[in-house]
């Protein structure tokens, strides 16, 4: 499994973004697909992540009633739509896929995901 993020960029307080993230390769086996954020000098940490099956999803509480994630099942293809950002948010962004039973019950955990694909920027100005 591929995984390609896009949709980072530059952009005020306030504003809202959505990030992509296409997959190709044995898609079907994808279990969940995850988003975390690393900035800079910190730990890569959890954001969201939805059920690839399902669409059942998780945000983390510090996101969550601005941070929306999604998945396109036809497209393979999964969404975080950002809204109300803050410069707290920026940090690179990176989805991540697993097909492992290991994910269950731990969607949190970087070391579930076997597949990352590259991060994609975001930067937030005050």
């Known amino acids: 499994v591929q995984l390609q993020a896009s949709g980072g960029g530059l952009v005020q307080a306030g504003d809202s973004l959505r990030l992509s993230c296409t997959t190709s390769?044995?898609?079907?086996?994808?279990?969940?697909m995850g988003w975390f954020r690393q900035a800079p000098g910190k730990e890569r940490e959890f954001v969201a992540a939805?059920?690839?099956?399902?669409?059942?999803?998780s945000v983390e509480d510090y996101v969550k009633g601005r941070f929306t994630i999604s998945r396109d099942n036809a497209k393979n293809t999964g969404y975080l739509q950002m809204n109300s950002l803050d410069p707290e948010d920026t940090a690179v962004y990176y989805c991540?896929?697993?097909?492992?039973?290991?994910?269950?019950?731990?969607?949190?955990?970087?070391?579930?995901?076997?597949?990352w694909g590259r991060g994609t920027l975001v930067t937030v100005s005050s």
């Open positions: 991540a896929a697993s097909n492992s039973f290991r994910v269950v019950g731990n969607w949190k955990r970087k070391d579930v995901y076997n597949y």
């Open positions: 390769g044995r898609t079907s086996s994808i279990n969940v």
């Open positions: 939805v059920s690839w099956s399902s669409g059942t999803t």
